[in-house]
């Protein structure tokens, strides 16, 4: 049959209110870049994570912030970074570009992140950073990260692109570490146009690089002008940290993607409640099958920004159910995030070394459903009864 229910790329359809502030931003900007719209959205940005004034930056995807925050780990030769090997590649190689070195870190087999035991386990004398990736919408364990990190005097930077608004211990994640990463690409909770993202850096002296980093080194002249026009409009030069130069690039997120990503504060937490809801419908209706294995999280710990399961029968079942729902049902179930050691493009730089077995076990019989939150009831409903159906048959 057909595609009944695809795994759609657009996880959130928009409201008027939303659209009428696009609107709004498109007749009045100005510029239509670093203007009113951007610094508001940063503001905000920074209230609802209940972080200092100052330390959010938007940028133009989640991987221009992975990009900076990567140059401000200010890697010296024989740098190690620790980092899940169960991620999506971008969370991984803007270290490598700026000179780090991965080690892989497992993850817990139920939770699908790291923990604070895992990491450990892997850190030698050559550490000097760990990026915590908080996958599907799961908050990992900061408070023991972060009191790890502390002890062993180490980076931590969190990968919060898919975690936006879970809470761990009363904080929210992506406030724990020395920096942190969002992402409002358009399979996000909240998404900005398609693509987006945001900076967080705590230490108030590497904030001041953020700005040059982000916009080609401009910079004011450190001195005044009795005329605006001389030199020029304003300086360019190179942000330095530690005595190392920084190169800056172009990574600025435009006016109208920030008027829409601060308007869309207003709704992500309701977005991400009624994303759990319904995956808790989604689990407690599956419980007569335990080969499919979820992780269940009633709180705000998970926003469920991705609906994923193991079959613990093994890959050769995992891949019957797929085929089946796909084939007979019309639902497109996909498998996501191969452990980064095992791609080419890693095992080509020499990093397809790794011992991560529950990052492999939970792949090789990992299942995505799709769960954008558009999908209507009926088809959430038909998407439930059609898992029952072919469990069932395969039983």
Known sequence: MGIRINFSGRSIRYTEDEIATVVEAMRHAEPLTQGHYMHSFEQKFADFQGVAQGSCFTTMNGCAALEMSAQLCNFSEGDEFVIPSHTFTASCYPYIKKGGRPVWADIDLRTRVVTA???????????????????????ADMPEIAELCKQKGLLLIEDTAQAIGCEVAGKRAGSFGDMAIFSFHSHKNLTTLGEGGMLYVRDPDLQKLVPMLRHNGHCDYSFDRPDYWKPAMGNVDMPILDGRMLMPANLCLGEIECALGAK????????????????????????????LEFHREATSRHNYHLLVCRMTSGPEKRDRFIRRMHDDK????????IPLNRYDFYRKLGFGSAHCPNADTFFDSMISFPFQHWLSDEDFDYMLEASKDVLRSLN
Do not use: W
């Not at 450990?120 to 908050?139: F, I, M, P, S, W």
């Open 330 to 337: 019309g639902i497109k179930c996909v498998v996501q995030y």
């Open 264 to 291: 869309m504060l207003e709704r992500i937490e309701t977005i991400n409640a009624e994303k759990r809801k319904r995956a808790l419908a989604f689990i407690d209706g599956l419980a007569d099958f335990p080969e």
């Open 117 to 139: 035991e895992s990491i450990e386990r892997v850190l030698t004398k050559n550490t000097k950073a760990v990026v915590v990736v908080h996958l599907y919408g799961y908050a």
